[in-house]
């Protein structure tokens, strides 16, 4: 069945510096790879998304790349700070038949040392 | 605020009692989700519809819960004689159809407590 596996759960790092976060999917139809981020008591909200036809994608900080042949992809945030504290989820689009829908990972929580 | 729209919020209820959430969703959004969310994990998928029409129900459902979007709109999630593991966060999340959509939109959810 559909599963996307995220690591690590949890990650603390200095300000100033990389964050890195990866996730498999197991199915290989899936062609759309986005990323939420959910501050605490807050709904979760897209940062950055990728499909399959690139590798990679940049937005300022944050980078995702996607390797299709592994089935993995990774976000990567630069010169963290205090506010990138929170729970990331990757997810990955699965379809089948009529029906298609977003399955998650179990989480990042993200701190970022002052 | 033309976002998702949940109500209530929270709610509290005792084992054995039914229970009912709403969502709103963006107006021109044809397709709506509803995800449980529980602490320390990822949103997890319960059902989908595209406009009126229920196209997936998670396997890992009991036949306790039920939703409906009866006109395409707005939908309900009921929950019959919940139980202390329906406990959680209730995500709704609207998306449109078509080209290179696939982005969700989430409400704030409602948290369902079960004493």
């Known amino acids: 069945g559909e599963n996307v596996e995220q690591h690590p759960s949890t990650l603390s790092v200095q300000e100033g510096d990389s964050a890195v976060i990866k996730c498999t999917y197991s199915d290989s139809a899936s062609n759309y790879f986005p990323w939420y981020k959910q501050e605490l008591g807050k709904r979760p909200q897209l940062i950055i998304d990728?499909?399959?036809?690139?590798g990679e994608k940049k937005d300022q900080r944050i980078a995702v790349t996607l390797n299709k042949t592994a089935k993995h992809f990774s976000l990567h945030i630069t010169e963290t700070q205090p506010e990138d504290s929170a729970v990331y989820f990757c997810?990955?689009?699965?379809?089948?038949?009529?029906?298609?829908?977003?399955?998650f990972g179990k989480g990042t929580k993200l701190t970022v040392n002052p | 605020d033309t976002g998702v729209s949940q109500d209530p919020r929270h709610k509290i209820t005792k084992r054995g009692q039914n229970v009912t959430f709403r969502c709103d969703p963006i107006s021109e959004h044809n397709r709506l989700y509803w995800y449980r969310q529980t602490l320390g994990q990822g949103p997890e998928f319960l059902t989908y519809f595209q406009n009126e029409a229920q196209l997936e129900k998670s396997r890992l459902l009991s036949d306790r819960f039920s939703a409906e979007r009866p006109k395409g709109s707005f939908s309900t999630l009921e929950i019959q004689r919940t139980e202390q593991g329906d406990s959680a966060m209730y995500l709704c999340?609207?998306?449109?159809?078509?080209?290179?959509?696939?982005?969700?939109?989430f409400g704030e959810g409602s948290r369902l407590t079960v004493l």
């Open positions: 990728i499909r399959s036809n690139v």
């Open positions: 999340a609207s998306s449109i159809s078509g080209g290179y959509a696939g982005e969700l939109f």
């Open positions: 997810a990955a689009r699965w379809i089948q038949g009529g029906s298609e829908k977003l399955v």
